[in-house]
């Protein structure tokens, strides 16, 4: 979508190896979430940002770590990985968090561990 | 948690109405509806939301019922673009964490 996007768009990697994602935004919104998206789970929210610096956690967190270090970006990274973490990563930026404003999304990143 | 009940999949001619129900009973006076769909594997996207007034844009309308518990999306006339996943989520006002998307209704739109 216009304003966003991920990097890479494919990604194979090992088991146990570390995994950085990047979302980039053009839009200057403030908000910026990770999700994640698996057959029969819908979208799970990952983590969150609601500033430079300021993040939180979402519904399944666990094994994965953010940072926000400038507006435009938000990286996603995966420690060491698992095949669990096997998913399409989807990112999605807000301009607030009023009920008027909503998500626009990124064309996701497709992950596989092996 | 989604806080909303979908049927999984629906079928629609092309050219007629598409009308996809939502079931929130639970939802609260401060919480809006809100529509996205996802076409295959793209990123979801926004397509209306409400509070109670029925809302109407050049996408779709949103028909929401009285008591609040259901609602409904009408596209008012299909095309084999509109095959997608439609989600609808009940968001909370102010709350933007609490954006849970459940597993969606698949709509095929046939010729």
């Known amino acids: 979508d216009a304003g966003i996007t991920q990097s890479p768009r494919h990604k194979v990697t090992e088991t146990g190896t570390p995994v950085t994602l990047r979302c980039h935004q053009t839009?200057?919104?403030?908000?910026m979430y990770w999700y994640r998206q698996d057959p029969g789970h819908g979208l799970r929210l990952i983590h969150y940002?609601?500033?430079?610096?300021?993040?939180d956690k979402g519904e399944v967190s666990d094994g994965y770590s953010v940072s926000r270090s400038k507006t435009e970006d938000f990286l996603l990274t995966l420690e060491s990985a698992t095949s669990s973490q096997t998913s399409v990563y989807f990112c999605?930026?807000?301009?607030?968090?009023?009920?008027?404003?909503?998500?626009?999304f990124g064309s996701g990143t497709r992950l596989t561990v092996v | 948690d989604a806080k909303t009940t979908q049927p999984p999949s629906m079928d629609c001619a092309e050219g007629r109405a598409a009308n996809l129900p939502c079931n929130h009973s639970?939802?609260?006076?401060?919480?809006?509806v809100y529509w996205y769909r996802q076409i295959h594997s793209q990123g979801p996207q926004y397509i209306i939301h409400?509070?109670?007034n029925n809302e109407t844009n050049e996408m779709a309308s949103l028909i929401i019922t009285e008591d609040r518990k259901s609602s409904t999306l009408i596209l008012p006339h299909a095309t084999l673009r509109d095959t997608a996943v439609y989600y609808c989520?009940?968001?909370?006002?102010?709350?933007?964490?609490?954006?849970?998307f459940g597993s969606g209704t698949k709509l095929n739109v046939k010729p």
């Open positions: 999605a930026i807000s301009e607030g968090t009023a009920v008027n404003y909503g998500y626009t």
């Open positions: 839009e200057n919104h403030r908000y």
């Open positions: 940002s609601y500033g430079v610096k300021d993040t």
């Open positions: 639970t939802i609260s006076g401060n919480e809006y």
């Open positions: 409400g509070l109670k």
């Open positions: 989520i009940v968001r909370e006002q102010y709350n933007f964490n609490k954006f849970y």
